[in-house]
């Protein structure tokens, strides 16, 4: 592996990761109950005073590539808790790690300490996942079953 980030990015550009594993991506899963992403879903967003601040968007599944780019990166529990979820479902969400939704929501220790709670964070219209693993050493597993609404399984 070179030591220069240009020659690095450009064997990554040519790896498999970015030829067919990225392009293969999608944006999010939908069965009956649940919706999976990786930050949140598309949303109206302002910042002020370096806070953001999430509307919902019920238009968010016709979204563009443009809007769930940055949908990725955004904190699911901080957006659920300003009243962006999905009416009648349950978003799985990662990206955030679960001990902010534990010390922001319920109290309960910091966000990073030793008294960090890492454990899935279970809100109103939200399961947050992200156990910070290279932090924590946990991962965070939950079984669910659900009719899948593309017929495939």
């Known amino acids: 592996m070179s030591m220069y980030p240009g020659a690095t990015a450009a064997r990554m550009r040519h ?3 970015f030829k067919i594993i990225l ?3 999608k944006d999010y899963f939908e069965t009956k109950n649940y919706i ?3 930050g949140w879903i598309p949303s109206v967003v302002n910042r002020v005073n370096r806070a953001d601040y999430y509307r919902y968007n019920s238009d968010w ?3 563009s590539s443009a809007d769930w780019a940055p949908a990725r990166w955004y904190n699911g529990m901080l957006a659920a808790h ?4 999905e009416p ?3 978003i799985f969400c990662g990206h955030w790690n679960s001990s902010f939704g534990h010390s922001a929501y319920e109290g309960k220790g910091s966000e990073y300490g030793n008294d960090a709670d890492f454990s899935p964070y279970f809100g109103k219209g939200i ?3 992200d156990a910070c693993t290279a932090y924590s050493r946990q991962v965070n597993c939950i079984v669910i079953e659900d009719e899948d ?3 495939d399984r």
Request: no cysteine; aromatic share 4%; charged share 10%.
């Open 88 to 90: 009648g479902k349950t």
């Open 127 to 129: 399961i947050a996942l």
């Open 61 to 63: 599944r016709n979204a």
């Open 15 to 17: 790896s498999d990761l």
């Open 149 to 151: 609404l593309t017929g």
């Open 36 to 38: 999976f992403v990786h």
């Open 23 to 25: 392009p293969a991506m």
């Open 82 to 85: 300003q009243g962006v979820i």
